[in-house]
């Protein structure tokens, strides 16, 4: 599966005169403490875009590394698209992993990425990954989503039926808390996962840059013993799509017009009519 493929996009305390002395060792204490719960709360607070590491404006070369220090045998396919004037960008790609050493005991691995184009700074916005634990090695599906609230803060949205559990975050800014809703909402789907920065994908960014912002969802499948046999989520990021897409067509555009200049500048002459 590894390989490279090019294809043609779509184009002081105040006022106190009083001093009370405090032991040195308490005060140290005092400090210590209240830099240890400060960091604590941001740590809550501010949440986590990447899927396993794989965060949101990486650009695919430390996608890539980043894969391939976590699974040093998979497989992986990333796609290139051009200009006219020769520029090339990743616009996505993809990965395998199977533990093919243990057939009988077989962990299997997916991701799914989508960049920006070359305007924008090529840079990460969707991914998605599915995950199927190995059965001898599956943790309790309670313990996986209190790994996701751990990183992503308390869900938007959240369902579940005693075996499997499905979430979903909405941030309306990267720096905001996740907003609450009454329903899930249909951001990203698994049968439209973006293939890059294009006219198809652009569109739907301005309808759902509102209603969607940045978005997660999470789904974790069990059994009724309480262990987890599959992950499976996805985080998009439709904030600034419209404008990275409307950066790439103007670096475009700059591109084709400078490559014009130069070519025509050295063509060869007319033939004779």
Request: hydrophobic share 40%; proline share 4%; charged share 25%.
């Amino acid at each position: 599966m590894a390989g490279l493929v090019r294809t043609q996009p779509l184009i002081s305390l105040a006022g106190s005169s009083q001093f009370i002395k405090i032991p040195e060792t308490q005060l140290k204490i005092s400090i210590i403490s209240a830099v240890l719960l400060c960091t604590a709360t941001a740590t809550a607070q501010a949440a986590e875009f990447d899927i396993n590491g794989m965060k949101l404006g990486m650009n695919a070369d430390q996608v890539l590394a980043r894969y391939q220090a976590l699974r040093p045998e998979g497989q992986h396919l990333f796609t290139k698209w051009s200009l006219p004037d020769g520029s090339e960008w990743v616009a996505n790609g993809r990965t395998l992993y199977n533990d093919l050493a243990n057939p009988d005991d077989m962990e299997h691995e997916r991701y799914e990425f989508a960049f920006t184009g070359l305007g924008s700074g090529n840079k990460l916005f969707a991914t998605r990954r599915k995950l199927q634990f190995k059965p001898s090695a599956r943790p309790s599906t309670e313990s996986v989503y209190a790994a996701a609230v751990k990183k992503y803060g308390e869900p938007s949205y959240l369902s579940n039926d005693g075996t499997s559990v499905w979430a979903a975050w909405k941030f309306s800014s990267v720096g905001a808390h996740a907003e609450k809703l009454d329903s899930s909402l249909d951001c990203i789907t698994k049968s439209d996962f973006p293939v890059g920065l294009d006219e198809h994908t652009v569109g739907k960014a301005k309808k759902a840059m509102d209603v969607c912002g940045l978005y997660i969802e999470f789904s974790v499948k069990g059994n009724q013993t309480g262990l987890a046999t599959g992950l499976d989520m996805a985080m998009i990021n439709y904030l600034d799509l419209a404008q990275d897409f409307d950066t790439d067509n103007q670096d475009a555009r700059k591109r084709i017009d400078a490559a014009k200049t130069k070519n025509t500048s050295k063509a060869a002459p007319a033939p004779e009519l």
